[in-house]
T-cell receptor, first 108, second 113 residues
Framework: GQQLNQSPQSMFIQEGEDVSMNCTSS?????WLWYKQDPGEGPVLLIA?????ELTSNGRLTAQFGITRKDSFLNISASIPSDVGIYFC????????FGAGTTVTVRA | NAGVTQTPKFQVLKTGQSMTLQCAQD?????MYWYRQDPGMGLRLIYY???????DKGEVPNGYNVSRLNKREFSLRLESAAPSQTSVYFC????????????FGPGTRLTVL
């Protein structure tokens, strides 16, 4: 399948912080998706992007479809404790490929 | 409206045993999918069913079989389990033509000893 590199692998957040993560691909995608997975649950779709350069928000989450069509970014503003979980990117050319995820935990 | 349900939640098998993972959705979706999730890797598609009566192989189909029993139900069968099949298995569904918007079940955590 396609190689999707998601970074960072893990991060710690402090309440109120803005955090960012990104996903890069070796190939061009037509669609970028961002999912969140809570412990013991399945992934839930957060944001879908369909056009290069597109910037879309869902509450405190903002995602961008990179203009090269090989990358995407997710920003979380003003983190809260329930933002912890695993965030996955996924990209579609002729099929859907998933990144390995960014694990977000709260800094003690 | 339960969405996508999966049974069982947890299962331990011995090498060579067989079992069937069950999945059902109540959203009247045409398409259903089975994925596996392994540490450090993204979700990988095992099999999918674009509509009732059809099934197709995904990225990692070896060692698995599926049955689309009706529009609601899509089962995954391991005929002879191997330790390499230790994983978390997710079922998902989507409306026809909206394959990007997939709704996932809570997963089945399978350990093969």
């Amino acid at each position: 399948g396609q190689q999707l590199n998601q970074s960072p692998q893990s991060m710690f957040i402090q309440e109120g912080e803005d955090v960012s993560m990104n996903c890069t691909s070796s190939s061009i995608f037509n669609t970028w998706l961002w999912y969140k997975q809570d412990p013991g649950e399945g992934p839930v779709l957060l944001i879908a992007l369909y056009k290069a350069g597109e910037l879309t928000s869902n509450g405190r989450l903002t995602a961008q479809f990179g203009i090269t069509r090989k990358d995407s970014f997710l920003n979380i503003s003003a983190s809260i404790p329930s933002d912890v979980g695993i965030y996955f990117c996924a990209g579609r050319d002729y099929k859907l490929s998933f990144g390995a995820g960014t694990t977000v935990t709260v800094r003690a | 409206n339960a969405g996508v349900t999966q049974t069982p939640k947890f299962q331990v098998l011995k090498t060579g045993q067989s079992m069937t993972l069950q999945c059902a959705q109540d959203m009247n979706h045409n398409s259903m999918y089975w994925y596996r999730q392994d540490p450090g890797m993204g979700l990988r598609l095992i099999y999918y069913s674009a509509s009732e009566g059809t099934t197709d192989k995904g990225e990692v189909p070896n060692g698995y079989n599926v049955s689309r029993l009706n529009k609601r139900e899509f089962s995954l069968r391991l005929e002879s389990a191997a330790p390499s099949q230790t994983s978390v298995y997710f079922c998902a569904s989507s409306e026809a033509g909206k394959t990007d918007t997939q709704y996932f079940g809570p997963g089945t955590r399978l350990t093969v000893l």
